[in-house]
Nanobody, 118 residues
Framework: QVQLVESGGGLVQPGGSLRLSCAAS????????MGWYRQAPGNERELVAT???????NYADSVKGRFAISRDNAKNTLQLQMNSLKPEDTAVYYC????????????WGQGTQVTVSS
């Protein structure tokens, strides 16, 4: 079991920036994949970005060029730098980790609200 705690959400104006962080604790094994997902009211939860323990990244088309995911394996932390934010980026952002053989286990954080509005 892995515990995930997000921080860094808030209210920002369109065009602004925010940095989300996620601290992981518990039984963290190598070979995991960490990621950020988001869910806006009335919508399904969707992928934002993922990063493997080796540093390979994957982004949703809607955030490519604006968001950057990174991790510190020594500190078991995950970050999401969000630039050029748009109102449509407004959502609850969740930290996620997948691990184990075939990545069959996963845990979620409690979520942090990001609101982009003038």
């Amino acid at each position: 079991q892995v515990q995930l705690v997000e921080s860094g959400g808030g209210l920002v104006q369109p065009g602004g920036s925010l940095r989300l962080s996620c601290a992981a604790s518990g039984s963290i094994f190598s070979g995991n994949v960490m990621g950020w997902y988001r869910q806006a009211p009335g919508n399904e939860r969707e992928l934002v970005a993922t990063i493997t323990s080796g540093g390979s990244t994957n982004y949703a088309d809607s955030v490519k060029g604006r968001f950057a995911i990174s991790r510190d394996n020594a500190k078991n932390t995950l970050q999401l730098q969000m630039n050029s934010l748009k109102p449509e980026d407004t959502a609850v952002y969740y930290c996620n980790i997948k691990y184990g053989t075939f990545l069959r286990f996963e845990n979620w954080g409690q979520g942090t609200q990001v609101t982009v509005s003038s």
